[in-house]
């Protein structure tokens, strides 16, 4: 597996002549607009980079962008890869594992999420600061690879809190409706029954998504600092709960999505 992340980023180095990337951005359902903001060097497809998984959800274009947003040099996937597409664990996290290999020292991650906090409203940001894994595997699981991480990776700190904090602290600044919560991450692809979501919300969570939480797992096993936000697409109060299409997540996605690529370039313009 690690010849297969270092022949990619080796491929990946050559075409983007050198350029190393400070930190890695994935941007989320419906919320790939960021990237019209950053300034873009070059953009590689994901079916042109050796091992590299194939975007299959509609909604999800497959390329890595490579350039410069807020005077920081970023890489954008833009399309990820989820569990219930097909792919597996490693899959789903070998662009994190490409990344790291480029050079990044922060990673930034956007998704769509549910509630299960009577707090939060429909397009509310919800900077994530914490988490519950349920999915059915674990991207760590099989032979560890020592050149990227330990056996145990520690869990106690894997949004960093620091970020969480920042991020906070510009929505206000901005009047951007934002809380902190913790997002439990289900296989998916249906959404949860009634039933589901008031054991999601009993076992601790605030929100409930199908991504990022692999993702984050081999970032705090390789030690990159993350901040990753959730939309709010829609509510998993049982009280609440109505009939969702994905047209309806998409469309609170882009509702909300000014608010995210501010948030996100105020975050990177805020690092020295
Ligand atoms: N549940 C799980 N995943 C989701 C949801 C949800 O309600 N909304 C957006 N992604």
Excluded at 60 to 75: D, I, M, P, S, Y
Excluded at 171 to 186: D, F, L, P, T, W
Aim: net charge negative; charged share 20%.
């Amino acid at each position: 597996m690690f010849e297969q992340i270092k022949e990619a980023s080796a491929y990946i180095q050559e075409r983007v002549n050198g350029f190393v990337p400070q930190v890695g951005i994935i941007l989320g359902t419906g919320l790939g607009a960021l990237i019209n903001d950053v300034d873009v060097e070059f953009t590689l497809e994901y079916s042109d980079i050796p091992y590299f998984p194939i975007a299959t959800v509609e909604t999800h274009k497959g390329r890595l962008v490579f350039g410069t947003l807020e005077g920081k040099k970023v890489v954008v996937m833009q399309g990820r890869f989820h569990y219930y597409e097909g792919y597996s664990m490693q899959e789903v996290v070998f662009p994190v594992r490409i990344m790291k290999l480029l050079g990044i020292e922060k990673l930034m991650i956007s998704n769509a999420a549910g509630s299960i906090n009577a707090g939060y409203k429909v397009a509310d940001l919800v900077i994530i600061n914490d988490h519950i894994n349920l999915q059915p595997a674990n991207p760590l699981v099989g032979p560890n690879i020592d050149e990227l991480g330990p056996r145990w990776p520690d869990m106690s700190e894997p949004y960093d809190l620091g970020l969480v904090e920042r991020g906070l602290a510009i929505c206000k600044q901005e009047n951007i409706s934002a809380h902190s919560g913790v997002y439990v991450s289900v296989p998916g692809p249906n959404l949860e029954t009634k039933a589901e979501y008031r054991y999601l919300r009993t076992i601790g969570a605030d929100l409930v998504g199908m991504s990022t939480v692999p993702e984050v797992i081999v970032a705090a096993h390789m030690g990159i600092p993350t901040f990753a936000v959730s939309v709010i697409t829609d509510i998993g109060v049982p009280e609440l709960v109505k009939k969702v299409v994905i047209e309806d997540i998409i469309a609170a996605a882009m509702t909300a999505e000014p608010k995210l690529a501010l948030l996100f370039r105020k975050m990177l313009a805020h690092e020295a």
